[in-house]
């Protein structure tokens, strides 16, 4: 995927595009906390990465120097259209407080943990059969026949929409996020998913259910109904947010238990653990780095940040922090001091969090008991999918 | 447990269910006065170790 000019040095030139960056993005962080621990680069547009722990969480709390009215650090060509569908752009991911505050309330009861738990059943049902279509074979891509199977269908259970379209969302999704550079692939992903999304809002005005878009449209704020940009933002959101994330973390996870047999045993022989098994995954491999724009010059940490400028909150490096983490960059199955901070810090912490994991758990938990053994089949073939959503992409392994 | 800390990543609920409750927001409280039953001191601790955003203390009794 290396569709990108070499850097010309990781403290003043990085790219989160950089093919040698999404394949192991880890070396560079551990170099840069050293030497400079907020780099800085040109490339669309000035932006700053952190990669100190306490930088990293400290940015995410100032929410009033740090706006989250842009949390993506590619331009989408052609992006202010006179009157655009998204007038708010995703609420509450893409809001500052007021906005954020009651759009995420909206959100946050469909995604609590007693709702996650009746999820559980349908996910574990579909790994289960997931599995089953290939365990006769021998081996499987776990990237593509399974990791990213799950998220979408699950997301469209909760949004009330046919899961048959599952496919047609990761397509959707991939374009916008993975193939963001590519102006005509991010296009069409927007278009897909927005006019797919008006259609059903028209469809729920009429005929409700008891799906989260309907709920929306039913939802009245001091007195008004919700703004179809905001319905249509939050619908978008909830399913940009859930698919290629989740499934990046599941990907990573069946990556490291693949190249780490060690590990894995472990989890086989003490299931037990798998509740700090997962966090420490997510810890090692989170896969999101969302970004906040500058609201007014402001220095931080010795850096003269302008107004506009990007800030990418690069919560996976703060997970390699060795100054927050003992053997930082080792997988620890039962860490017991561990704060990670991979669904975020402070007001944005990600509202779909215990949907998330339960998906990992249930994820990993299904495949280890009618796989316990398995390896990649060639590391070679391997590949990774990197900027804001890091996991991977083709992961063929054999089984036994 | 400091509830303006408090922002529902729900990892003490996860990991200590005997000792957290959550609401449908994600507010976590602790159950009860606080007071950790016997047996639970590791649980309980796992789950001050693993909050992100500092918000629960161990006071010694």
């Known amino acids: 995927m290396a569709r990108t000019e070499a850097v010309q040095g990781w403290d003043t030139d990085f790219d989160v595009l950089d093919a040698g960056y999404i394949a192991d993005p880890f070396s560079i962080w551990d170099k840069l906390r050293t030497t400079c621990p907020v780099a800085h680069t040109d490339r669309r547009g000035s932006t700053w990465l952190p990669t100190r722990y306490d930088d990293v969480v400290a940015l995410a ?31 509450p991911i893409s809001a500052d407080p007021p906005l954020h505050t009651w759009t995420r309330r909206l959100l946050l009861p469909w995604f609590s943990h007693n709702q996650v ?19 006769a074979d021998g081996h499987a891509d776990a ?66 259910g008891d799906d989260l878009l309907s709920e929306l449209l039913h939802t009245e704020v001091e007195g008004e109904p919700l703004e179809e940009s905001v319905v249509l933002g939050m ?73 506009g ?6 919560f996976p490096a703060a997970n390699r922090d060795p100054n927050a983490f003992e053997d930082a960059d080792r997988v620890v199955l039962d860490r017991a001091l561990n704060r990670h901070v991979a669904f975020g810090s402070g007001i944005h912490r990600c509202a779909g969090s215990n949907l998330a994991r339960m998906e990992l758990r249930i994820a990993v938990e299904e495949w280890l008991a009618r796989i316990p053994e398995f390896h990649l ?8 999918a990197g900027g804001q959503v890091r996991g991977p992409r083709i992961l063929p392994v054999v089984f036994g | ?35 950790v039953p016997e047996g639970l001191e590791d649980k309980a601790r796992l789950a001050v170790a693993n909050c992100p955003e500092y918000a629960i203390e161990e006071i010694a009794d």
């Open chain 1, 61 to 91: 709390h100032d929410v009033e120097h740090f706006s989250s009215l842009e949390v993506g650090v590619i331009p989408f060509e052609g992006d202010e259209p006179d009157d655009p569908v998204l007038l708010y752009g995703l609420p």
């Open chain 1, 117 to 135: 738990e009746g999820y559980e059943e349908l996910t574990r049902q579909l790994c289960v059969g997931l599995i089953d279509g290939f365990l």
């Open chain 1, 143 to 208: 990237a593509s026949d399974y990791a990213q199977q799950i998220p979408a269908r699950v997301i469209a259970r909760i949004l009330g929409v046919p899961t048959e379209l599952a496919d047609t969302f990761t397509g959707w999704v991939r374009d916008v996020l993975e193939f963001a550079d590519d102006a005509e692939r991010r296009a069409r992903g927007v278009e897909g998913l927005l006019g797919f999304f008006i259609e059903q809002v028209e469809k729920r005005r009429t005929e409700p």
């Open chain 1, 235 to 307: 619908a978008a959101l909830v399913l940009i947010a859930g698919v290629d994330t989740t499934w990046s973390a599941i990907g990573s996870s069946l990556w490291h238990l693949a190249t780490h047999p060690e590990d894995r045993a472990r989890l086989v022989a003490e299931p037990s653990l798998m509740p700090l098994a997962v966090e420490e995954l997510l810890r090692a491999y989170s896969p999101v780095t969302m970004a906040r724009m500058v609201a007014g010059d402001i220095e931080f940490e010795g850096c003269p940040m302008k107004a």
């Open chain 1, 309 to 314: 400028d990007k800030v990418l909150m690069n």
């Open chain 1, 377 to 384: 089949a060639d590391p070679a073939e391997v590949t990774w």
């Open chain 2, 1 to 35: 447990m400091d509830p303006d800390k408090c922002q529902g990543h729900a990892r003490c609920y996860a990991l200590a269910p005997e000792l957290f409750s959550v609401d449908d927001y994600g507010q976590s409280t602790v159950i009860g006065d606080g007071a």
